[in-house]
């Protein structure tokens, strides 16, 4: 593999913190990592450094002098005054940017419902974002370098780019670096992670599960004070190793070490008990809608029905997610489920004992408190609160969302994102309400911060609503998913993933309007150049002509740029067997050796500490049993990647 870029030896210094200290790190072809830390440890800065846009103090960042760095920072330079289309492609003609198969899979991908002629200025944060992502995508980079790309995306936009990241190079090729707080996305796009933590970067091999469990046998291993975040990552191992991460394309040994890990974690959540206290602060009703249909009048008269005869029953201690595309309508569903906006039709029956409470994706109830510091506005709450059966003060849950004794003296107007939001959400329990509904609860959290969070909801007794675009937080905290489809609701038993496998049925299955081409009648004369049938429409998301698209079919391997003798080879019944009996054969030599691994570590364990000649001998048994369990893994991946499974 071929260095593209890294850095020795780097410090950074910033003027009342040091950010980094004697890092040295690189990224080599092939490379997919996942950049994960608390917030203000330095992901975003790390990002920068290498990509060249900021200047180390110390040591030397390197680059291989052909490399070509695209970067997408949390904030864009987008002309306000230009157009889509010219954000996306300039002033280069049509048949050139169209011709691109890459081109016109970003386009469809992130921008085919956003107008060609709108200007930058007048689009929504949601739409601005995409439009950055997709002039990025656009381009030939060697090296992407990514800063929560997931921001403002739904979960089709989002599950389209970790596929678009996953193919956009050959293997072995081109190299990939995301912050990102979407585990989800994480386990999907990467192959190792580096975790910013006390002015270093410490690597890990594989996804984001396999980083949770390398964590949690660090943390065991050195028997620490940190005893509570150890805790805390084992729950999160649990819900890898029980929830929708625990497919059967994992490697058994794999599953079985998870298994083993997690034997004397508890549930998630004790569901009867919860509901039994939901039921005694709520009674029997919490929200019933009846029919209800919610329609918006356009500025020519028309009208779009945004609702349409939705029957919904929300119960106590129900934890519900709702799904679906921007402008699809969950807000408007929460409003009406509030009881602030009442529908046109239908009727939205309240019990009387519901109190809501809304934490916001903006945040605004925090306006109030103005330059008021967090321990003033806490010193305002006296009473407690109920979470895993036990009461909390207010300071301890500033404690447990990860406030320290400094951040109680700062004003509330100069906390992070990340701070804001906790402390939002404890002000929000604080005041004790039975139904709470959560606005994108995850913009700003670092991951860490989100299991911490994410924990909390497990112990609260109420009914939960959820919208969020994160697909891992979703599945974590909520037990049932809804998706908003066209004004009708509908549950999802298989979760997300149904959610996504109805919207390419519906996809295929309706007319493609959505890729928007400049208007010809407006704007200069250009060069064109006749496109045959099948060019034009793919352009325009159609078949060509006596040919009909297969439901939930992708885009051909021509559309996608994947070269078309990318496909698996068909082995022989032959061949199937004998990798089987290998992997077989592999996974029994790996249990011995894993074996001998723990005989060989109990005898470290009750050695003279004193003993260097005896340790050492010891400690070479380690790696070297250490070593063979891991040829054995890779030559049983290799047959499984063969077999496809």
């Not at 987008?78 to 050139?96: I, N, S």
């Not at 790309?149 to 970790?162: E, G, K, Q, S």
């Not at 190299?175 to 933590?197: G, I, K, Q, S």
């Not at 409003?335 to 605004?364: E, M, Y």
Request: charge should be negative; glycine fraction near 10%; charged fraction near 30%.
């Amino acid at each position: 593999m071929a260095f593209l870029l890294g850095c020795e030896k780097v410090r950074v210094e910033f003027p009342t913190k040091t950010v980094f200290d004697g890092v040295s790190l690189g990224v080599n072809e092939g490379d997919r990592i996942g950049i994960v830390g608390r917030n203000g440890d330095g992901k975003s800065t790390l990002l920068a450094l290498l990509s060249g846009g900021l200047e180390v103090d110390a040591g030397r960042v390197l680059r291989n002098g052909s490399v070509r760095v695209g970067v997408l920072g949390q904030t864009d330079a987008l002309d306000d005054a230009a157009t889509v289309g010219q954000a996306l492609v300039g002033d280069a003609p049509e048949y050139e940017w169209a011709g691109d198969a890459r081109v016109r899979d970003v386009i469809a991908g992130l921008a085919r419902d956003i107008a060609w002629d709108a200007p930058v200025g007048t689009l929504s944060g949601g739409q601005r974002r995409r439009v950055d992502l997709a002039r990025l995508l656009m381009g030939d980079w060697d090296v992407l370098a990514l800063d929560e790309p997931t921001n403002h995306l739904d979960v089709r936009a989002i599950t389209w780019l970790a596929g678009h990241l996953k193919g956009r190079w050959k293997q072995g090729a081109g190299a990939l670096l995301v912050v990102t707080h979407d585990r989800w996305f994480l386990d999907e796009v990467c192959t190792a992670m580096w975790e910013v933590h006390d002015r270093q970067v410490e690597p890990f091999e594989g996804g984001f599960s396999a980083y949770i469990m390398q964590r949690v046998e660090r943390d065991r291993l050195a028997a620490l004070a940190e005893q509570k975040r150890q805790n805390a990552l084992r729950r999160e191992l649990a819900w890898l190793s029980r929830g929708a991460r625990a497919r059967a394309t994992k490697p058994k040994f794999h599953v079985a070490a998870a298994q083993a890990l997690i034997a004397d974690v508890p549930p998630l959540r004790d569901e009867l008990e919860l509901k039994r206290m939901a039921m005694a602060r709520l009674g029997k009703q919490v929200v019933d809608l009846e029919r209800v249909t919610v329609r918006f009048g356009g500025a020519d008269g028309s009208s779009r029905t945004v609702l349409d005869g939705v029957d919904w029953i929300i119960g106590p201690g129900d934890r519900y997610g709702i799904v679906g595309e921007n402008g699809a309508g969950k807000t408007t569903l929460l409003q009406v489920v509030q009881g602030v906006r009442p529908p046109d039709a239908g009727r939205a029956k309240i019990g009387q004992t519901v109190r809501f409470a809304v934490l916001s994706q903006h945040l605004d109830d925090l306006a109030r408190f103005g330059d008021d510091r967090v321990r003033q506005v806490i010193g305002r709450y006296s009473r407690r609160t109920m979470l895993d059966g036990k009461e909390a003060t207010p300071a301890q849950l500033l404690e447990r969302l990860g406030f320290s004794r400094d951040d109680l003296n700062e004003p509330v107007c100069d906390l992070s994102g990340g701070q804001k939001r906790r402390l939002a959400l404890m002000l929000i329990l604080l005041d004790e309400p039975n139904v709470l509904v959560l606005d994108e609860p995850g913009n700003d959290l670092d991951t860490d911060m989100l299991a911490v969070v994410e924990d909390l909801l497990d112990g609260w007794p109420g009914t939960l609503l959820l919208v969020t675009h994160d697909r891992y937080l979703m599945e974590r905290v909520t037990d049932h998913q809804f998706a908003l489809v066209d004004g009708k609701l509908r549950h999802l038993p298989g979760g997300v993933g149904e959610y996504l496998k109805l919207m390419d049925e519906r996809e295929a299955t309706r007319p493609s309007d959505r890729l928007q081409m400049r208007s010809r009648s407006d704007g200069p004369a250009r060069t064109k150049r006749p496109q045959d049938a099948s060019a034009r429409a793919e352009l325009a998301g159609r078949a060509p002509s006596g040919e009909r698209p297969a439901a939930g079919a992708g885009p051909s391997p021509s559309a996608s740029g994947a070269p078309a003798d990318g496909a698996r080879p068909q082995l022989s019944g032959g061949e199937q067997r004998a990798l089987r009996k290998l992997m077989q054969s592999n996974e029994r030599k790996i249990e011995t050796l894993n074996g001998k691994l723990e005989a060989v570590r109990a005898q470290m364990a009750a050695a003279d500490p004193a003993d260097f000649v005896a340790l050492g001998d010891l400690q070479s048994q380690v790696n070297d049993l250490q070593s063979q369990v891991g040829a054995l893994e890779e030559e049983w991946m290799e047959a499984a990647e063969q077999l496809g499974e």
